[in-house]
Structures are given as C-alpha cells and as structure tokens.
C-alpha cells in the first residue's frame, strides 16, 4: 500500500472511529463524546484532539459526535434521512457517525475495501444540514443524476459534491483504483441522490 493510501487511511479510521469516540463491539453500539479534554493513546489521535480542542474557531461547547457500527443505526438516530448508496464489493460497511453542530448536522459512511485483513481503500458519503465547509466552485460542473453537481480530482482520489433540498451531498473515494474509477464513483453518489 503506498503512503499517500496509508496516511489517509489511519486519517479516515481516526476520524471515524478514534478521534470521534470509536465503537463498542455491539453491531448497533454507540458511542458519545462529550468531554473537553480524552487521554489517549497515539500521538496521532493526541495531536487531533489537541487540534479540535484549541482551535480558535469552535465555540464554548464541542460539537456532539455519536459513532455507529451499521447504517441502520445510524439511520435511526441521525435527525433526518440518511442515504442508503448503492456501494458495490468489495466496499462494506465500516462505521458512520452523526455529528452535531451549532448551526446544523452531518451524517458521514465510510464503506472500506480490505483484503486479507489490510485496508485497501475506503469510498465514504456525507450528507449535511447548513454545510459551508466545501468551495462549491471548485472541480469541473457535471451532474449527479439531475442535479447540478462538482466534481473534484485531485492525483488519484476523486469527489462528488451536490446540493438538493437544503443538503450538501458529498461522495469520495480515497483513491481510483482499476477497479473503481471515476464512473463507478458516479454510480455511488448517483444512488445517493437526494435522499
């Protein structure tokens, strides 16, 4: 596995499961982080935490993040619909997490690719209320199914940003492959929709 691949993988599976509170080992455990300040670990996760909790942009109380071990469950407890995309093997499931913001919500899957036990690579869906993170002019003008849409490359990963009914949409692959280029990326968020 190159580096790149290896750098953002450890960054994907401390943002979905360490440095938002990991998962319990229950299929529908969830987990909450609510405290200002976590030991922990790995200089990775401590040099993370560090960085949430001394930005100066955040304001007196941290924002509300709640891991899931399935969809479903995170489905049920996110607090609007969340998309159920159509990601083909050998993508599974892996982690999604709902995250509570002073001005609104994001919901975020990652489905992972491994291969005999090693991630390999990760496609990953976010839906948002109230996004403002994404530069909506970046990347290329193309559509997502028919909605007006962005599509982002950059060396080898790619992404799908839309917007529909007060949502921010955005589907991403950490890097093409043979396997999964840029139209099966587009078939993933195509699924997505508006849901």
């Known amino acids: 596995m190159n580096r790149r691949l290896t750098v953002a993988a450890l960054a994907c599976s401390l943002v979905l499961a360490g440095c938002l509170g990991g998962s319990a080992g229950s299929p529908d455990s969830t987990t909450v ?3 200002a300040t976590t030991q922990t ?7 993370t935490r560090t960085a949430e909790t001394t930005d100066p942009t955040t304001t007196a109380e941290r924002p509300r993040h ?3 071990d399935t969809r479903e469950a995170l489905a049920a407890n996110a607090s609007f619909t969340v998309p159920e995309p159509n990601v083909s093997e050998p993508f599974a499931f892996e982690s999604g997490v709902a995250v509570d913001l ?10 992972h690719d491994t291969e005999n036990g090693s991630l390999e690579n990760v496609v990953s869906i976010r839906k948002a209320v109230n996004e403002s993170h994404y530069d909506s002019t970046a990347g290329n003008a193309t559509t997502v199914g028919d909605r007006d849409a962005r599509y982002v490359a950059e060396d080898s990963d790619g992404k799908f940003l839309w917007q529909c009914n007060g949502y921010v949409y955005r589907v991403s692959v950490q890097q093409f492959t043979d396997e999964f280029g840029e139209s099966e990326l587009r078939a993933v968020a195509e699924s997505v929709g508006c849901e």
């Open 41 to 47: 670990t790995t200089a990775a996760t401590e040099t």
């Open 102 to 111: 002073a001005n609104g919500e994001y919901v975020a899957m990652a489905y």
């Open 66 to 68: 709640r891991t899931y």
């Open 33 to 35: 982080e609510t405290t």
